[in-house]
């Protein structure tokens, strides 16, 4: 129905994450008649294809400088002990904002979804077991489990306890309660139960 | 807060039409994982930048062939004479779907913004004229108006019938009615009225 270039670029670009054959489409013509747009689109593609490194030890994306660690990871005075498992790179990114962490991350990835085996190789766990077991004596100072409190995320944190408990000192999860803004009269149980439980 | 790479791939994508930060992010972070789509995109947008030529004459896009007008413009068996007017390219394409409509386009871009003088130059009226005005009798044979049948459409139907109804033996407007599939019951007056005035 359109010029080939427009159908190949709309083919691509609809397969991307919550991009749909509509919302492809619009951007074909937009940028059909912005050829100037170009240079800036692949430029900044290329740098995330090139410029950008995944760390070799908790596998968060940074700015190639010739390390293989991430500035996180290739700070002494982070707690290299320390490390908090988190679902996706932008959730380690959202703690890192705090300022308040001062320990190391692993990113799995995604959360486990016990129909499918391979969502559990992909949390790189036999990693995570390497990087400890090279610490002198092979044991964390404390694991974080960082995930989402939905059902999935749970689920996905009972695995990480059972499997990794030997590792670690300590195993914990992020405290549940009431967030800013929130309302208890708006809250459901469990978020008010987890304020109690983490009230201080 | 992210990479270098990332946040200026967030920067300029976000500013693409219906491409949010949220979005632009998740994508970032989607190609990030993923480096061996990168060339199947920059391709694609390469192409949309060199591989499509604009029409001189009716200023829809069409795949490069080393001729300035597009297949439509261009083929002797199309009725040259016949224009009709449509805000969008791809307005174009879905007429052309149907294989109809035998004669030919003119994209105005966009519909008239009365607080915007720029939206009436960019309709590239004079280009229109022009191009009429290079027929042997200077007369196009039917000058169609095939606009949304919106508020914004109509304001530009009516300026456009007002500024060339002298360069066409005829002026037509797309007939409104009923929509396939559609239900008398849940119409509004003005689809009802229309589908009445094209009863045949």
Redesign the interface.
Known sequence: ??????Q??IE??SK????GQR?A?????????R?EL?Q???S?????????K?CQQCFL???RNGVDLCPICHNKEREQKIICLVE???DA?SI??TREFKGTYHIL?NLIDPSDPKSYESLKIDWLEKRIKNFPDKTAEEIIIALNPTTDGDLTAMYLERRLKNLSKKMTRLGRGLPTGGELEFADEETIKGSFEGRH
């Open positions: 129905m359109f010029p080939e270039p427009i190949k670029f691509i670009f991307l994450p919550s991009i919302q489409t619009r951007l074909a013509f937009y940028l059909t008649r050829p170009n800036n689109l692949n900044s593609l290329t740098a995330l294809a090139q410029d950008l995944i994306p940074f700015k996706k790179e932008i990114f890192e904002k990835g």
